[in-house]
């Protein structure tokens, strides 16, 4: 039997996130992303539109802003192993970045709190002890595509 996954996907102008950030400064970047969450791009505001993207297409996987819903509920790992979503997520990019003709070149892992992470539990048959993410993304000139994947975890496996 093959387990669940929910999928997302969000295409995000660079130019809009850079406005926002020089509009609010450091406090746009600081509602997304959250405190210690590992960058997603060296460039800070590149960093924030990735981070906007793929937390916008962890909200798509779950069907929506759950009631609580934070964007901290949901944090950059790092490049970690993530069970099936990473190969999962390997398996769709080349049709994607062939649809969007913009290579997805960056992962990461995303572990789930707070509301997002009980939401997404409802979503997966009775035993998930937990649920992880997995996004890739790239950009081409302003135009920022990410794709995401939420799998879940047995109990007693994370």
């Not at 509920?73 to 390997?90: E, K, M, Q, R, S």
């Not at 062939?98 to 290579?103: F, K, M, N, P, W």
């Not at 997404?120 to 302003?142: C, I, Q, S, Y």
Request: with cysteine; net charge negative; glycine share 10%.
């Amino acid at each position: 039997m093959t387990a669940p996954v929910l999928v997302g996907v969000d295409v995000v102008e660079v130019d809009r996130i850079s406005r926002a950030v020089a509009y609010s400064g450091p406090a746009y970047a600081d509602h997304v992303v959250a405190p210690g969450e590992h960058p997603l791009h060296e460039d800070p505001e590149l960093a924030t539109a990735a981070s906007v993207a793929v937390k916008e297409c962890l909200v798509k996987a779950l069907g929506g802003r759950p009631p609580g819903f934070s964007w901290h509920d949901f944090t950059a790992v790092g490049d970690i192993a993530v069970g099936p979503a990473g190969p999962l997520l390997d398996a769709a990019v080349p049709e994607f970045a062939a649809t969007t003709d913009i290579a997805l070149t960056r992962f990461s892992a995303y572990s789930l709190h707070g509301a997002s992470a009980a939401a997404a539990l409802t979503r997966f048959p009775d035993g998930a002890g937990g649920v992880v993410g997995a996004a890739r993304w790239g950009w081409r000139g302003n135009l920022l595509v990410a794709l995401a994947i939420l799998t879940a975890f047995p109990e007693g496996a994370h």
